[in-house]
Nanobody, 123 residues
């Protein structure tokens, strides 16, 4: 059983940056792809970014502003968010997917979820 714990959310002004972290435990980190999703009130949870063995995928809405990375030594995934916009306001969730299934669809990660961290961007 893999546990995921997010941190790094907060309240920032438009144009600012934040870095989210997702600490994983209870599994072999290298066998999982990691990803980030977000959900705003009244909207469905949406894919933001994912990373496998170095290959990355992004939603069009964040491409060029967000960067996903992972540190195997720390069993941690990150989401660096730059030039934040009010429409980025959401609860951000970390997710993990066994790599052998992630390669079939890099925008689907649902083996394990974190509890979420709130990101609020004011205009």
């Amino acid at each position: 059983q893999v546990q995921l714990v997010e941190s790094g959310g907060g309240l920032v002004q438009a144009g600012a940056s934040l870095r989210l972290s997702c600490a994983a435990s209870g599994g072999t980190f290298s066998t999982y792809a990691m990803g980030w999703f977000r959900q705003s009130p009244g909207k469905e949870r949406e894919f933001v970014a994912s990373i496998g063995d170095g290959t990355t995928f992004y939603a069009d809405s964040v491409k060029g502003r967000f960067t996903i990375s992972r540190d195997s030594a720390k069993n941690t995934a990150y989401l660096q968010m730059n030039v934040l916009k009010p429409e980025d306001t959401a609860v951000y969730y970390c997710a993990a997917q066994r790599y052998i299934r992630w390669v079939l669809n890099p925008r689907v990660l649902n083996d394990y979820w974190g509890q979420g961290t709130q990101v609020t961007v004011s205009s």
